[in-house]
């Protein structure tokens, strides 16, 4: 990672959407979302440079950065906010949290005088209350109707199928009518989270209730067709004074309820059906210069600087025929597919690996570690990891998340 002068400040707060939708600058998670964060809050050490900062609730044990030198990675710095606070650096490049909302800015203002002018006069170092529209569903799916407009392509999901917004219950009925299987979302929701499929027929009151709920919450309730899933493909980019750069494609997992399990290393895995892959690698070279080209016009390129992902999902439909949304949603933040980019440098190149997330009720992240440590141990060439598990955060007695690579 190259340096700048001036250190960078990372601050893991994956929940900036639920923010964004909720829009009070004073919002916090609940209580299972807080220990997420603060269990793996040294994630964006991956994104960090030497002399960058990463804002820690805990300092991490020395066994962590002997850990991390394994790979060839000398860490950043990592820092509590009280700190940060009391001794901040005398001058500070960017402001780096995870993705931005209301309650960021509230949480870092204190350290936005020593950033440098060049930050300051990008569009993402004051929050507009315009700049909420842009981190919701909604907005992929404008996009997603310039792409089904503008790039007719027989391989785009039909017109037919094409996700809607709902604000009553009478209207998603309609849609059940009409696409017999739903997908659910709030409007402003991550990693899986705030997700209902209906597979069944009639709907339990208690499904209504959390449906009708995310309606009086977050205002309305994205839609879809639920797909017969082939791949979850994910294009992720950064957006620089307009200008879009494209950085590579991560294809990423989720169970049945569209909960993040983990991406691919290295390339789409080995048993995936080779017509996916072929349909996947098509769509690809269609897909990403359109949606440079479309959002490039758009609010986003704007008001917005740093990194996106955009979903996709390639499904099978009725006639059994590979289809493609090619913009499920949009991830106007840092993200899990973004990350799995930057790991890949620390697998040999012909290796093959996973990224996963742990999150277990009944068992602490140490324990697993120590686990899987016994059944698949580390085997490294060159500071390269050629197989084995390697734990990507830090982690006490008491962790109950974490993030690890598997090769």
Request: aromatic content about 12%; charged content about 25%; some cysteine.
């Amino acid at each position: 990672m190259q340096q700048s002068a001036h250190p960078n400040i990372y601050l893991f707060n994956p929940t900036c959407e639920y923010a964004v939708g909720n829009g009070n600058a004073s919002w916090h998670p609940n209580k299972i979302l807080q220990k997420m964060e603060a269990d793996l809050a040294t994630l964006p050490l991956y994104f960090a440079a030497e002399n960058d900062f990463v804002i820690v609730p805990h300092l991490p044990e020395s066994e962590f950065f002997k850990h991390l030198q394994k790979v060839g990675i000398t860490p950043p710095h990592f820092v509590t906010e009280k700190q940060l606070q009391n001794s901040p650096p005398e001058q500070i490049g960017q402001l780096k949290p995870w993705g931005w909302s209301p309650a960021v800015h509230k949480r870092l203002e204190n350290l936005k005088p020593k950033c440098q002018t060049e930050f300051k006069n990008t569009p993402v170092f004051n929050w507009k209350p315009e700049y909420r529209e842009l981190y919701s569903k909604k907005f992929a799916l404008q996009i997603l109707h310039q792409l089904v407009d503008n790039y007719q392509s027989p391989n785009f999901i039909g017109e037919n199928e094409i996700t809607e917004v709902c604000k009553t219950q009478d209207q998603i009925e309609k849609l059940l009518a009409k696409w017999d299987k739903l997908m659910v979302k709030a409007p402003w929701s991550s990693s899986g989270r705030g997700l209902q499929p209906i597979t069944k027929q009639p709907i339990h009151d208690k499904v209504w209730e959390k449906l009708l709920g995310i309606v009086k919450e977050q205002g309305y309730a994205i839609v879809e067709a639920f797909q017969n899933k082939e791949l979850d493909l994910a294009f992720q980019f950064e957006l620089k004074a307009g200008e879009i750069n494209f950085l590579g494609t991560s294809n990423f997992s989720a169970d049945k309820k569209g909960q993040y399990l983990g991406n691919s290393l290295n390339g789409l895995p080995d048993e995936l059906d080779k017509d996916v892959k072929g349909f996947a690698e098509e769509m690809s070279l269609l897909i990403v210069p359109a949606l440079k080209k479309e959002i490039g016009k758009s609010d986003l390129a704007k008001n917005y600087e740093g990194f996106f992902g955009v979903d996709t999902l390639i499904f099978r439909d009725d006639n059994n025929t590979l289809k493609i949304n090619p913009c499920l949603e949009i991830n106007v933040r840092h993200n899990m597919g973004l990350l799995s980019l930057y790991l890949e440098k620390f697998i040999a190149p012909t290796k093959k690996g996973r990224f996963r997330m742990f999150y277990n009720p009944k068992q602490y992240f140490a324990d697993f570690c120590q686990q899987m440590n016994h059944d698949y141990p580390l085997v490294l060439e060159k500071e390269k990891i050629i197989s084995g598990f390697f734990p990507l955060t830090a982690y006490s007695k008491s962790t109950q998340f974490g993030a690890y690579i598997l090769v």
